[in-house]
């Protein structure tokens, strides 16, 4: 079919911004997760606990037998597993940052039986020869996609996928409240997760080489600084943690119990700060180590996205501290 002439416009957006031109495009990082280890063929993922249940699905999709592990404070594994002939170990680089670890400890003793989950770390770049997982909609105002750095020879040719109905949430949000269009985000979500393995779609990747990448990463870091210097006080990670210099998603601000954690949560809420909770599932398995049943009880991962500036890191200081102190 030749290419259209005229008619109405499309959407306006720039083009070669994006950051990973040389990754493979999904749908989804699950997808790309299915499809690695599919096309490796390998028999046990070595995975942590503290991990959103979409990865074990799809690790399950892949057929890998999976072999929980235990972190520590650090978000580190106190004892690195041997891994047998065709295993893999999966880590997640928790909030954008264990970079450093990625880099010194875990891709040295791995090699490519590594794979690195950045989904919590679009900025953090791909280290050579290791498959890198990227979900860059935790990050930018995209409905899908999905990014695998490094992928393997074998991994074949995607079906292509459709995204523009999945837009109505993320465009409604321009026009109203949040509020009005949660329950379209969260059905977009859920039904993202029961989508087949799939190509990024076209109006996904164009949105994604249109931004600039520069300034939403200093933003953030500008954001994350901000909320490091008033409430490194109050958290209970060592403050190695929150020190690096990274794009992070997040602050994660990890308090003493999950009842505290709650009532932060709840009452920033009624203000329309909107908390999320990451992975409640692991704080519901019977199988999770204390340590992870209380990192999802108890981290508020508070928003230092490219949306906000002073004055709204200052409102969430101001907050918090308030809630804190009347908790």
């Known amino acids: 079919m030749p290419e259209a002439i005229g008619g109405y416009f499309e959407l306006e957006l720039r083009t070669g911004l994006t950051p990973y031109p040389d990754a493979v495009g999904f749908n989804c990082a699950r997808s790309a997760l299915t499809a690695l280890l599919q096309a490796r063929a390998a028999p046990c993922l070595h995975l942590p606990h503290y991990i959103c249940h979409a990865v074990v699905e799809a690790a399950q999709a892949a057929g890998s037998r999976l072999q929980p592990y235990a972190i ?98 993320l465009l409604g949000r321009l026009e109203s409240s949040p509020e009005d269009h949660y329950l379209a985000f969260a059905e977009a979500e859920k039904a993202l997760c029961l989508t087949p393995v799939s190509a990024m779609s076209n109006s996904t990747r164009r949105l994604l080489d249109s931004l600039d990448y520069t300034t939403i990463a200093d933003r953030r870091k500008a954001n994350f600084t901000y909320l490091r210097e008033a409430l490194d006080r109050y958290n209970q990670f060592e403050p190695g943690l929150t020190a690096v210099q990274a794009v992070a ?24 700060i909107f908390i999320p909770c990451y992975w409640p599932e692991v704080a519901d398995a019977a199988h999770s180590p204390d340590l992870e049943r209380h990192l999802a009880d108890c981290v508020l991962p508070l928003p230092v996205d490219q949306r906000y500036g002073h004055e709204h890191m200052q409102r969430l200081v101001d907050r918090v501290h308030w809630h804190m102190s009347t908790y």
């Open 72 to 169: 520590d404070m650090k978000l580190e594994l106190p004892q690195l597993p041997e891994l047998d002939a065709g295993e893999r170990l999966l880590y997640v680089n928790y909030f954008g940052l264990k970079d450093a670890y990625v880099e010194e400890v875990l891709a040295p003793h791995y090699g490519d039986r590594l794979i690195v989950d950045n989904s919590q770390a679009l900025f953090s770049t791909p280290l050579p020869g290791i498959a890198t997982l990227y979900s860059p909609r935790k990050f930018v105002g995209v409905a899908d996609g999905g990014w695998l750095a490094n992928p393997p020879d074998r991994l074949g040719t995607l079906p292509p996928s459709q995204s523009t109905h999945r837009f109505g949430a």
């Open 249 to 272: 998603l997040c602050y994660p601000l990890l308090l003493g119990s999950k009842a505290q954690t709650q009532h932060v949560r709840q009452a920033l809420r009624t203000e329309r």
